[in-house]
């Protein structure tokens, strides 16, 4: 990734911005605080969102992406 950046917008909203990435596996909810066995550890959502800065955000070239 290059130029990252963290911001929290809002309460349960992390935005990861970006010039450039590689992303192979992305889940856009997260449970920061939860722990197994306890059940309202769970209750605290934060969705994450990526905002690529550029059309161009990605690492692959157009050939390797119309495979």
Partial sequence: MANPQIR???AHLLDISYDKAFIDSF???AYPFGKEGHPDSWNYEVEIRLVPTSSRFSYL???AGSR
């Fill in 8 to 10: 929290w917008d809002e």
């Fill in 61 to 63: 070239t157009d050939e």
């Fill in 27 to 29: 889940r856009n909810v």
